[in-house]
């Protein structure tokens, strides 16, 4: 896929699929342990959020995270590495197995320096519409 070069106009948009998934969760165990025994007043855990109406452990951050930033490298290459930038604010649940949308949209281009930062805003989906993230992201560009 073509990199987003100064030239990219406002308004043009690139997402990815992906499906959320549990692959890291503290507890009493320590980092990383999977045994549930050893859980205990964790929000990645089945029945103690489901007390509070929750249908299951809520997926972790750094997943749904990773889903954008591989968006967002595919989109500036090693520019994200060097001038990227990416704040999310996850708003609504996500359980493992929901299928989910990456949305990145131009929102603007700013002149930083000798080179341009462009500016998007950021949206997570579920297949039914719910928006379970959102943020903005911007990269330096020459």
Known sequence: MAKVTRDVPIGFERETTGTAVMRFAGGKGGKGSWDPEKWTANIHE????????????????????????????????????????????????????????????????VPEGKNLRIVMDAKIQKEDGTITGVGTASCLVD
Do not use: C
């Open 46 to 109: 089945d029945k103690w959020v489901q007390q509070f109406g929750y249908k299951g452990g809520l997926v972790e951050a750094p997943p749904t995270t990773d889903h954008m930033s591989l968006l967002l490298i595919d989109m500036f290459g090693e520019n994200f590495y060097n001038g990227g930038k990416l704040s999310l604010k996850l708003i609504n649940p996500m359980y493992h197995g929901d299928k989910l949308r990456f949305i990145l949209k131009v929102k603007d281009k």
